[in-house]
């Protein structure tokens, strides 16, 4: 079929929020109100930092602004792999942290349990599949890099399994593939949307306070309480933690650290059994290419595929628009992309086209901190792999807000910040050169060019 043609009915909302199970929002804040804990932001990182602070003490007073709805941004617009990861996968891990990679990885594997614990618990239904994820080499220079670390792999105790061609088209078909490696427990599928919609319902059965559509405008200090000020009200809190990504910081330090990058994705009509059959897909694993540009991908609930990735859009001046949700460009780049993986699938149509943006850093992973005397504390910078690893962030903001001394808030993950990114508009030079830069090293068999292997060597860098 012209991808084309496959894409023009697709509706141009996120799949995972186009639903009547969506609930109605919670009020706004009017008026004046105070807690032991304020949380600002409804995605995945505050409704987890609310949720644990009253597990961790039911007497708290916990109060969660959110500036729109539930789950509206990332947290409802991603591709739903939760991730054992902390670290943006091993071989960053290991680049960055090689002393702590072993214990990063059994925090990380420690998260993903408690994240599927917790949802038992609460009764949370999110389609959450603990199938793992396949990487798969499509290009002859990738299948080194695939196979890389697999010493370092046997050695911590995880659970991958190296395929050859046939072995990994034996699990998932595709003429593109070369082979694969299946990390078969540090990942699961789930629906993003229903998570965050789940959590929320948990934070509320346990006393917390949620105001949505109740944007944070300004952030006053008088020594005691952090005051923050919505366009109706205002919450005082004795605590804060800041869950906001990349959106407008209430600390200025912040905007050094982040940069808005857009991703895209579609979602398809439902498989018939007989299209089911011609893949394969058994085992319903995530897929990710090993391509520095990748694509990832997924079954739903319901035997639709989600196919997202490859372009990852940074428009200059690191500007956060609505407008910027919908890019036709990428949206036909992704249906050729998909249909040549799957040539079976011809005739499949698209039913959802859509973006949202990610909070990117140049370490590609998630940093933390505090301000205003340890009152406050922040986590943001995820890059695109936060479904599990904001549990874990939320974690140790609650960590840093009680002052303890933990396993946490020792590792030098933490202690540390990545390397700021430069002011405008040498920023979007950088950024533009270096996207480019890596589209040619996918022409070019994966050969860095010397810009590339300078950012390397700096820690700065730029992911999808």
């Known amino acids: 079929m012209d991808p084309l043609k496959a894409l023009a009915d697709a509706e141009r909302k996120p799949y995972w929020l186009d639903t009547p199970a969506r ?18 932001g409804g995605g995945f990182s505050g409704l987890w930092t609310a949720l644990m602070a009253k597990e961790r003490d039911p007497g708290q007073d916990v109060v969660l602004l959110e500036g729109r709805r539930i789950g509206w941004a990332a947290s409802g617009r991603n591709g739903g792999f939760c991730m054992a990861t902390l670290t943006h996968g091993l071989p960053n891990g290991l680049e ?39 990487n798969v080499a499509t290009e002859p220079w990738q299948l080194e890099g695939l196979n890389e670390h697999l010493d370092i792999i046997g050695d911590l105790g995880l659970d991958y399994v190296p395929m050859d061609r046939d072995q990994v088209r034996a699990e998932l078909d595709s003429p593109t593939y070369l082979g694969g490696l299946w990390d078969r427990r540090g990942c699961a599928m789930l629906d993003p949307a229903r998570l965050a919609w789940g959590l929320r319902e948990a934070c509320l059965r346990l006393g917390v306070r949620v105001y949505e559509r109740s944007p944070v405008r300004s952030l006053h200090d008088d020594g005691v309480t952090l005051s923050l000020r919505t366009p109706h009200g205002v919450a005082a809190g004795r605590r804060v933690a800041l869950g906001t990504g990349v959106f407008p910081p209430l600390l200025r330090r912040l905007k050094h650290f982040v940069v808005p990058v857009y991703d895209y994705a579609l979602m398809t009509e439902p498989l018939t059994p007989a299209q089911l059959g011609a893949l394969g897909w058994g085992n319903r694993q995530g897929v990710g290419d090993s391509a520095n540009r990748f694509h990832y991908y997924r079954l739903t609930a319901d035997n639709r595929i989600l196919w997202g990735g490859y372009d990852a859009v940074y428009y200059n001046g690191g500007l956060v628009k609505p407008e910027y949700d919908q890019r036709d460009e990428t949206f036909a780049t992704l249906a050729r992309h998909f249909f040549t993986t799957f040539p079976q699938l011809d005739g ?6 859509w973006g949202g943006v990610i909070d990117t850093c140049s370490r590609f992973s998630a940093f933390y901190g505090q301000a205003h005397g340890g009152r406050l504390a922040y986590a943001a910078g995820y890059t695109g792999m ?10 140790v903001m609650l ?33 533009q050169f270096t996207r480019w830069s890596i589209a040619q090293a996918d022409r070019h068999e994966g050969r860095r060019n010397l810009w590339l292997r300078a950012l390397d060597r700096m820690g700065l860098g730029f992911d999808s």
Request: charged share 30%; with cysteine.
């Open 23 to 40: 609930p109605e929002p919670q009020p706004r804040l009017f008026g004046h109100t105070s807690a032991d804990l304020v949380v600002v």
């Open 96 to 134: 960055r942290w090689p002393d702590e990679i072993a214990r990063l990885e059994h925090l990380g594997v420690e998260n993903l349990d408690e994240i599927e614990e917790t949802l038992a618990r609460y009764g949370i239904d999110c389609a959450f599949e603990r199938t793992g994820e396949l």
């Open 348 to 353: 499949v149509r698209f039913t959802h086209r």
């Open 386 to 395: 936060g479904v599990g690893a904001t549990r874990f962030g939320a974690n």
């Open 399 to 431: 960590d840093l807000l009680s002052g303890e001394r933990t396993q946490r808030t020792e590792l030098r993950m933490v202690k540390e910040k990545p390397v700021p990114f430069p002011p405008e508009p040498v920023r979007s030079g950088v950024i």
